[in-house]
């Protein structure tokens, strides 16, 4: 695990994950769009860990210059070992509501970006015949919830399209991760505006916390798994999900 690309580094699960493979010694380019947030970060782990830690401000909803990404990462590292698919933001409210600029922020934030960044290190990958893409999907991918629609279909349609291209690049040496958190704490419901919703209901009491989706993630990576489940009732309920044909 020398070297790896994470998206939506700077908080939550994603930030999480940064610290944990910089601890196994893994250098890191990280994105997102606060450039505050990723310089702190990165002084801190570089700090911490003694890992080369690089940064790009990047929203990742503009659909363009993907490859950017790849080329700075070659730039600076012998190669590109993982790419974890992590940046993603909530929507909360009903189907009638939905405008077309919702829907395009989040699916080109949530899939399109994660397809295209993909798309862009799997020939370098290939090269290399090694590489890990981890993919931070969702359990509503098995279960979706009420009014969050269009964040229910942005998860479905990364849980098949990443189960795809695993068939399709298993015999490059590429291992493509899916990893399905349930509730976890972090930033994402305030950014979803239902912050307060969720402060005051029991959810808030068996939240998982960023750190504990890291360790297994990152568990997973060592031990080349396909998926990710944090309890048995989220492996359950994806099982019972295939059994039952979606
Ligand atoms: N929290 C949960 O309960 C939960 C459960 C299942 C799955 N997940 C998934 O876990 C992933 C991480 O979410 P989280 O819970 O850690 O939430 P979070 O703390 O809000 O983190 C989201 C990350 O994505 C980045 N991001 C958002 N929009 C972006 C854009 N347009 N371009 C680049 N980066 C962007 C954010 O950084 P900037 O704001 O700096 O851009 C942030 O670093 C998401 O894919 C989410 O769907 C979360």
Redesign the pocket.
Known sequence: MKTAII?????????AIAWELAREGTDLLL????EE??RTLSKEIQTATGRKVLYIP?????GRNYDLITNIALENFDSIDILVN?????YSGSIEEITREDIERIF???LF?HILLTRSVIPYMKQQERGFIVN?????AFKPMKYWGL?NAS?SAMEGYFKTLRQEVKKYGIHVINV????????????AGIEQKVKNSFIKRF?DS?EFVARKTVKAIKKKKKAVYMHWWGWLLAKCHGLMGG
Do not use: Q
């Open positions: 998206t939506g580094a700077s908080s939550g699960i994603g930030r994105l997102s769009r606060n947030k990723l990047f929203d990742l909803s503009s992590n940046a993603g933001i909530g080109w934030t949530n970006s931070i999907i969702s359990l509503v964040y998860k399905y958190p349930g509730w976890t704490d972090t930033s994402f419901f305030e950014n939240m960023p």
